[in-house]
T-cell receptor
């Protein structure tokens, strides 16, 4: 099955700096790569996703890049703010009619310091 | 529109007891999933369903059973709880493949289960 590795496990940045979280996946057939943000005690919420036919996607301060050849994808957050502090999870799946069975990474605790 | 609702939110069990977690969604989603979240391990898929009356095993199904008798509900059962099942359980749902945005999962608020 799919295996997703995520690094780093913790990341501390100064407000206004950029943050980068990296993930690798094992199954070359995977075609969907979302990123979820989870605040303490809350549910995971989708912040951005990318499909395998796209190399990069941006939404305001958040961007995701995908390198299918190397089987890795990254989350980039620019101009970080204190409210960006949370745990971020990457995930991968082969999305078919059989459901979207996401395999998650182990998470990155991002702390944005003032 | 409540989205995905999980009950109960908290539960403490003794080893060997049984219980059922209920997930209900009001978005007419076809797919439903149960994940567990443990520190340092991310979210792991327990069981999932691609439609009413169907269920399938995920990554960590042992010790759990599920049922989807109605499209809007997905039940997760623990027949004989063990301390290793202490975790936070998240239910999620999504549209079927023919809908735009079908791959986006909407999560419930979670159910914290402690087995003593």
């Amino acid at each position: 099955g799919e295996n997703v590795e995520q690094h780093p496990s913790t990341l501390s940045v100064q407000e206004g700096d950029s943050a980068v979280i990296k993930c690798t996946y094992s199954d070359s057939a995977s075609n969907y790569f979302p990123w979820y943000k989870q605040e303490l005690g809350k549910r995971p919420q989708l912040i951005i996703d990318i499909r395998s036919n796209v190399g990069e996607k941006k939404d305001q301060r958040i961007a995701v890049t995908l390198n299918k050849t190397a089987k890795h994808f990254s989350l980039h957050i620019t101009e970080t703010q204190p409210e960006d502090s949370a745990v971020y999870f990457c995930a991968a799946s082969l999305f078919t009619g059989g459901g979207n069975k996401l395999t998650f990474g182990t998470g990155t605790q991002l702390k944005v310091e003032l | 529109n409540a989205g995905v609702t999980q009950t109960p939110k908290f539960r403490v069990l003794k080893t060997g007891q049984s219980m059922t977690l209920l997930c209900a969604q009001d978005m007419n989603h076809e797919y439903m999933y149960w994940y567990r979240q443990d520190p340092g391990m991310g979210l792991r898929l327990i069981h999932y369903s691609v439609g009413e009356g169907t269920t399938a095993k995920g990554e960590v199904p042992d010790g759990y059973n599920v049922s989807r008798l109605k499209k809007q509900n997905f039940l997760l059962g623990l027949e004989s709880a063990a301390p290793s099942q202490t975790s936070v359980y998240f239910c999620a749902s999504s549209y079927g493949v023919r809908y735009s945005g079908a791959n986006v999962l909407t999560f419930g608020a979670g159910s914290r289960l402690t087995v003593l």
